[in-house]
Nanobody
Framework: QVQLVESGGGLVQPGGSLRLSCAAS????????MGWYRQAPGKQRELVAA???????NYADPVKGRFIISRDNAKMTVYLQMNNLKPEDTAVYYC??????????????WGQGTQVTVSS
């Protein structure tokens, strides 16, 4: 089973920036799509941004122009650079990756979640 380890959350003032990282364990072989989701209290989990193996990106409307998703295939890591953060960005952020393992088994894994709080 592929495990994902997230880092980079925290408390930031409105207008500030944070960078989230999510690394896959070594048995991941080919990662197709990497994405970030978030879930605020009382709300459903929603897609924030995603990036394909070919580099095509997709962003939710509320974060367009402020967040940037990128990936390092050699490190099996996906990043989310969050700029000009707003209080409504406060949520638990989860990474998601899918692809195949070294044993050519399909996987679809989630990170443990990292809290992002935007407050003055």
């Amino acid at each position: 089973q592929v495990q994902l380890v997230e880092s980079g959350g925290g408390l930031v003032q409105p207008g500030g920036s944070l960078r989230l990282s999510c690394a896959a364990s070594g048995i991941a072989f080919r990662i197709l799509t990497m994405g970030w989701y978030r879930q605020a209290p009382g709300k459903q989990r929603e897609l924030v941004a995603a990036i394909t193996l070919g580099g095509t990106t997709n962003y939710a409307d509320p974060v367009k122009g402020r967040f940037i998703i990128s990936r390092d295939n050699a490190k099996m890591t996906v990043y989310l650079q969050m700029n000009n953060l707003k209080p409504e960005d406060t949520a638990v952020y989860y990474c998601n990756e899918n692809g195949t393992t070294i044993g050519l088994k399909a996987f679809d894994s989630w990170g443990q979640g990292t809290q992002v709080t935007v407050s003055s």
